[in-house]
Each structure stands twice: as structure tokens, then as C-alpha cells.
């Protein structure tokens, strides 16, 4: 329909559908209704429209629970504190292995190798395990910011070579994301 055909309309032609005798037709036709229709027909309309009714109702209230759990999930994610993400990263060879090296004049009874980001502490027998110990507490507390893990740790008769050997994987820990 263009706007050229909606100016021709003739609009006083709608006038006879809102002019009171046409309510009062309508009203007739209402009251009417059961006597010219089927019981059974009426019925089968009237559980329609309840059925429609119910079924908006229905519709309504889910809609109104469906938008306060999307207002609370909004002000919920909102509260979410941002979380950093922890990281461990090893420490550079060439750090771990000046370390290594003011450690070895530190304990000489021990062997001591640094092997990329690990530190590699052996004791030839248990009597040196004070030293040993002591070695390690050494590492715990070696670098700024150092990680240190317990890779491998053998003390007593099973271990094949030494008595006391242990193995720490030395790391740095990286925080990344907005604190």
C-alpha cells in the first residue's frame, strides 16, 4: 500500500463500525451466540481462550522471574573480583648457576651442580646430613621471589651412589591480570 492510495481512502467509511448501532449489533450478536451456535462448539472456544489466558499469564511470570535472575546475574558478575593467574617461570641458567657457585664455597663437603634452573645437592654419606640440610634450607631461601620444588629427594640406604641426594626445580613466580 503506497501513500497515494491512503490519502484516496475514504476514511468516513470506518465511522459506521464505531457508531453506537454498531455496538449494539454487536452486543446482539453476543448475546445471541449460544442459541445459534453448537454447546459443544462454545465449549471447545471457551477452553481456548482459558487455555490462551492461562498460557499468557504463564508467559508473564516466567518472563518477570527471567528478567530479576538476569538483573542479579549482571549485579553478581559485577561483584566478581578479577582473579590473576599465577604462573611459574624458571629461573635464567645463568642466575642459578652464580648461585650454585657462592653455595659450593659455602658448603664444601657437598656436591653441588647446577643444571639449567635446578640445583642438584649430593652428600656422600649420612654424617653429612646437618650440612645437607642446611644446604637446602640454603636454596629455600636463595633468590628474590624463588619457588623452589622438591624434585627428587632420596636420603638413606636406597639411594644408589650417594646417601643423600635431592634434586630442586628452581622457578620465579609471575602473577599476570589486572590486580
Known amino acids: 500500500?503506497?501513500?497515494?492510495?491512503?490519502k484516496n481512502f475514504d476514511w468516513r467509511s470506518l465511522s459506521k463500525y464505531a457508531s453506537p448501532k454498531a455496538m449494539n449489533d454487536f452486543n446482539d450478536f453476543i448475546e445471541e451466540l449460544p442459541q445459534n451456535t453448537?454447546?459443544?462448539?462454545?465449549t471447545i472456544v471457551s477452553v481456548i481462550w482459558v487455555s490462551a489466558a492461562f498460557?499468557?499469564?504463564?508467559?508473564?511470570?516466567?518472563?518477570?522471574e527471567f528478567a530479576e535472575i538476569s538483573v542479579s546475574r549482571d549485579e553478581a558478575t559485577v561483584l566478581l573480583p578479577v582473579v590473576p593467574k599465577i604462573q611459574d617461570k624458571p629461573v635464567s641458567p645463568s642466575d642459578v648457576k652464580s648461585f650454585v657457585d657462592n653455595l659450593a664455597g659455602v658448603y664444601k663437603g657437598l656436591e653441588i651442580n647446577?643444571?639449567?634452573?635446578?640445583?642438584?645437592?649430593?652428600?656422600?654419606?649420612?654424617?653429612?646430613?646437618?650440612e645437607f640440610r642446611e644446604a637446602i634450607g640454603h636454596v629455600q631461601n636463595g633468590g628474590l621471589g624463588w619457588r623452589v620444588d622438591v624434585e627428587r629427594l632420596c636420603i638413606g640406604k636406597e639411594c644408589k651412589q650417594h646417601p643423600l641426594a635431592a634434586s630442586l626445580k628452581i622457578n620465579v613466580v609471575s602473577v599476570q591480570g589486572n590486580i
Do not use: C, D, P
Not at 453448537?38 to 462454545?42: A, E, F, H, Q, Y
Not at 498460557?55 to 518477570?64: A, D, E, H, P
Open 114 to 130: 647446577a643444571n639449567s634452573s635446578n640445583i642438584i645437592i649430593r652428600a656422600r654419606s649420612t654424617a653429612q646430613f646437618g
Open 38 to 42: 453448537n454447546k459443544t462448539l462454545l
Open 1 to 6: 500500500m503506497n501513500l497515494e492510495s491512503l
Open 55 to 64: 498460557l499468557g499469564l504463564y508467559t508473564t511470570v516466567k518472563m518477570q
